[in-house]
């Protein structure tokens, strides 16, 4: 059983920065593709960015440049900085877990971007 716990959520002004972290139990970390997920009031979720486990990673065109996902493999922990944060970044974060066509998700963590 995998598990993901999303952690660094918070209330952030326009413009500011804030890291998550999800740490996964179970040791299936180190060759599963993770990724961050977002899911904005009233809107459908969205891939927000990738990472697999040779590193390589993946934007959706609304967070290049700002966004950046990176991974511990000694410590089961896949990270997302956001800087450069607008409200439009505004929404409940999850962290998702893929490996051998299963996929496991964390309860999420809530990011505001607001004044």
């Known amino acids: 059983q995998v598990q993901l716990v999303e952690s660094g959520g918070g209330l952030v002004q326009p413009g500011g920065s804030l890291r998550l972290s999800c740490a996964a139990s179970?040791?299936?970390?180190?060759?599963?593709?993770m990724a961050w997920h977002r899911q904005a009031p009233g809107k459908e979720r969205e891939s927000v960015a990738t990472i697999t486990a040779g590193g390589s990673t993946n934007y959706t065109d609304s967070v290049k440049g700002r966004f950046t996902i990176s991974r511990d493999n000694a410590k089961n922990t896949v990270y997302l900085q956001m800087n450069s944060l607008n409200p439009e970044d505004t929404a409940v974060y999850y962290c998702?877990?893929?490996?051998?066509?299963?996929?496991?998700w964390g309860k999420g963590t809530l990011v505001t971007v607001s004044s």
């Open positions: 998702n877990a893929e490996v051998a066509g299963r996929d496991y």
């Open positions: 179970g040791n299936i970390f180190s060759i599963a593709t």
